[in-house]
């Protein structure tokens, strides 16, 4: 082969090689190509997908069904996030704030009942703020704040924005909570846990439950009796052998304390709509003479009753008086039953008032109807 053939065919390889060798290792080539249909103008772009920007905003919705909107304020205007449960040595003051326009506050329930002039809570444009000055032992419990939705007279609570705090007040004096008694009634419901409150200042306190007779300490398994500091000494599921007079001990660097006792009653009486009866003084009655009929039930001790009554001269608009009551009555030792009583007055008896006297009980399990007849004479 001539040597000129053999030049020009090396410098064609040459040519050929320098056109490839850039593609390979990824650099872009000295002389641009015609694009094909289809190919993308823009290579190596990272593109996001969009599955985890929708994870993002799913996270964040999340994040915020969950925000507090309860916050402490803290010296020279700080203000920081407050925990679940905070500690505090009573005789210190706190303040609370809570976003929003229109703020809803949960707090110790004796503070409204004697009107302590210690809390004030004020709503401003933003925030609402609760302050509470010289705290004591008393004040221990839950305080908690939510935003209202109103629309017209009619308001809801809104899930997503709330805010809670158990505050200890914590007080060596006091170890547990003080109450206005020195007595209470708790009643074991077999449907229902049932709570002896003796709640402390101090979460660290170690607390005992103890019998009054026979005289001994009450053995805690953390299954079927449990002691939660916030609520005091649960039990699950309460039977006729709990029964009896129970205090609580408690101890925390210092002389053990005592608590007030508590009288432990079980209920027999079943869970359902109530039993109730009828009964009329009379039920034949002369011109202007007097009849009042009675409505009865019984049921649970703390379960309340709820009376409405139907009666002849009520689309006359006739007068009558109409009286609701309860009380507790003992059943044999250690079982008790509320007793709860409407009672319809009629005077001045006329022909209009014969007919039938319905009356229907309501509780929480449902309601009942019972009826009877008063006749003119």
């Not at 993308?40 to 969009?50: A, G, Q």
């Not at 939705?149 to 505050?167: A, P, V």
């Not at 409505?295 to 009753?305: A, F, H, S």
Request: charged share 25%.
């Amino acid at each position: 082969m001539r040597p000129w053939v053999l030049l020009s065919a090396a410098l064609l390889l040459l040519v050929l090689l320098q056109e490839a060798l850039p593609h390979v290792i990824g650099q872009p080539a000295n002389s641009k190509r015609p694009k094909e249909h289809g190919e993308n103008k823009i290579f190596n772009k990272k593109v996001k997908p969009k599955a985890p920007k929708m994870k993002e905003r799913e996270s964040a919705d999340s994040s915020l069904k969950s925000q507090s909107i309860l916050t402490q304020v803290m010296d020279k205007g700080r203000f920081q996030k407050i925990a679940a449960t905070l500690s505090l040595s009573a005789g210190q003051s706190i303040e609370l704030r809570c976003k929003g326009s229109n703020v809803t506050w949960n707090y110790p329930s004796y503070l409204d009942t004697f009107k302590d002039s210690r809390l004030s809570i004020k709503q401003l444009d933003r925030y609402s703020q609760l302050s509470l000055a010289n705290s004591t032992a008393a004040d221990t419990g839950e305080y908690s704040c939510w935003l209202q939705l109103c629309n017209g007279n009619k308001c809801r609570k809104d899930e997503t924005k709330t805010g809670s705090t158990y505050i200890f007040f914590t007080d060596k004096e006091e170890l547990f909570v003080p109450t206005p008694s020195y007595f209470e009634i708790v009643y074991l419901n077999p449907d229902k846990p049932a709570v002896i409150p003796c709640r402390v200042t101090t979460p660290s306190a170690k607390v005992t439950l103890h019998r009054e007779f026979p005289a001994e300490e009450i053995e805690i398994d953390g299954i079927d009796i449990i002691y939660d500091a916030k609520k005091g000494f649960v039990y699950q599921h309460p039977t006729s052998d709990h029964k009896g007079i129970v205090y609580c001990k408690a101890e925390s660097q210092g002389a053990p304390q005592i608590s007030i006792k508590y009288h432990l009653l079980y209920v027999e009486v079943p869970k359902g709509p109530p039993s109730a009866t009828i009964v009329a003084s009379s039920n034949r009655v002369k011109l202007s003479d007097s009849v009042h009929v009675i409505c009865t039930v019984l049921g649970e001790p703390d379960v309340d009753v709820n009376f409405r009554w139907q009666y002849p001269g009520q689309e006359f608009e006739r007068p009558v008086i109409i009286q609701n009551f309860w009380r507790l009555i003992k059943r044999g030792i250690g079982h008790t039953t509320r007793i709860s009583k409407s009672v319809l007055l009629v005077e001045d008896f006329e022909a209009k008032d014969a007919g039938n006297y319905i009356c229907v009980a309501q509780n929480l399990q449902g309601e009942t109807t019972v009826a009877t007849k008063v006749e003119l004479n």
